[in-house]
């Protein structure tokens, strides 16, 4: 505790111009917002004279902070949000490489749509019959449901509060109890537990000594469990890339394997719908789901299911149900989306961020390069390893510092959090805090003058303690 108020009293002292600057823009943001709120709060024939007075004096308060802003100068007022929130200025005052935060970070479009549909129900001012949210045209949320579709060269799509619960819709639309599901041995907790809802039983595809999952391993499995149930499974889940190490696995193969075996395939795109190019047509698969809090600069929960005409009526089957007091229907309302999904933010930043994220795509090649020449610099630091596989094809990836920095941090006072704190001090937040064995990182989004200085910055952090640089 002592220690965590030393460092605030020294990043007080030592506060740069432009961490105040970071401070005092969110400072005439608030300012501009509790302005927003007298509008809100008036009559809309216009303020009485107290309002009138409030809202000079928070106009007065907008200007000063931005003259503040302006020269860089002014207190460093603690901004809070009520009293229990802190301001969240990691993206501005720092270089972010967390592996689960890079794609995700919203565009401008984005921020500036949360300000103005952060209200709760906001997609709904112009819901009409038959009321649902992927019918609503204004604003295009029907336009949108088409983009998306074709953004994946899929038939028809769905948004979700997340990845999961796509693979929460599939499974429970086609899984059984004490049905087999095919994952992937690097599979992601969300699949597990997606079968387990369902009343489904998962079954692992081994991965290869270089840990990727081959076509050939799948058919290998689809068949032990044919012999092992007398059944073949339900389904076949598998990620395009795994969160672990984010080597790429054979989807296209895979997909081809599912189909002569006639089971349902369902592509994870969490890490590629939104960063890379998918086509869902392309590679055979029966549905794509993409996460679009990781992977489309997106507010979460947020995430989108896509599938086949054929498929479409299965997993987004409509209600049947009738009150038996009311004799009550609802209409279209689809069961496994329970009527409608992502009602406010977070549909409203995923249209606002699509045309960039649209863009970005095309972006993927050099986006891979960034992330190899980041890796090629990293292993110049002796006893540093790359445990993905190389040369990279994604711009997460897990490495292992085991032979560099865990040997500095094995006689540090402040162990694994020396080499945290150092790369703070350079502006590089986001690795494991503390962990300097194996860990993984992000460059996703970066600039190429970013990723140089997050490689010089490993490189200076090396040489202060003496690790070799070849
Ligand atoms: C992140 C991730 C998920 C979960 O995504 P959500 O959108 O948070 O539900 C699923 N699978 C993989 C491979 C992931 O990396």
Known sequence: MNLMIDLRKVTRVNVSTRDLQIQKTYETLFALEDLRELFRQSLPTGFNDAEKEEFSRNLARVKATIEELEKGEGKLTCQKIGNKLDVRSREEEFINIHPIQAAGRLTPEARKAIISYGDGYSTCDYCRKPFRLDKITRPPIEEFHQDLAKFVNMDQTRVVPGARRGFQAVTQSLVEKGDSVIVSSLAHYTEFLAVEVAGGVVKEVPQNESHVVTAEATAQKIEDVKKET?????????????????????????????KEYGVTFLYNG???????????????????????????????????????????????????????????????KEVENIGCTLMGGTLISMIASFPRVKARTENWDEEVKKSNYFLEQFQRIEGSKVLSEQPRKHTLTKVDTTGSFDTVAKTHKRRGFFFSDELKDHGIIGEFAGATRTWKLNTYGLSWDQIKYTAESFIDIAEKYGLKIN
């Open 230 to 258: 007398g059944k073949l499974p339900a389904l076949i889940m598998i990620d395009h890339f795994d969160y672990q190490f984010a080597n790429e696995h054979d989807v296209y193969g895979i997909a081809k394997v599912a």
């Open 270 to 332: 969490a890490y590629t719908v939104g960063i890379k190019p998918v086509d869902g047509k392309k590679i055979g698969a029966d549905f794509i789901v993409g996460s679009a809090h990781k992977s489309m600069a997106s507010v979460a929960p947020s995430g989108v299911l896509a599938t086949t005409d054929e498929w479409a009526p299965k997993v987004f089957r409509t209600t049947q149900m009738v009150g038996d007091v009311t004799k009550r229907k609802f209409g279209i």
